[in-house]
């Protein structure tokens, strides 16, 4: 079977700790549920992703290099 994750077409994506979901949620002023959405099922979600964590996503950009956004894992 072929590990999705480890493609080279899929960004690298993190599980956030808590300091680091408390700064993204003040930086942007919003709460953990106003995130868009990730289900955990996801093949690109690292082995250790629960439902409620914050997954980080860093993608390359044509115009900035590389582009961060985040996502709510969910059911």
């Known amino acids: ?3 999705v994750s480890q493609h080279n077409q899929v960004p690298e994506h993190r599980v956030l ?3 680091a979901v408390e700064d993204v949620l003040s930086e942007y002023d919003i709460r ?3 995130l868009p959405k990730i289900k955990r099922r996801d093949a690109a979600l690292p082995e250790d992703a629960e439902v409620g964590d914050v997954i980080e996503i860093v993608r390359d950009s044509r115009t900035t290099d590389e582009a961060i956004v985040y996502r709510l894992v969910v059911e």
Request: no cysteine; glycine share 0%; aromatic share 0%.
């Open 1 to 3: 079977m072929v590990d």
């Open 17 to 19: 700790d808590r300091d």
């Open 32 to 34: 953990r549920t106003d």
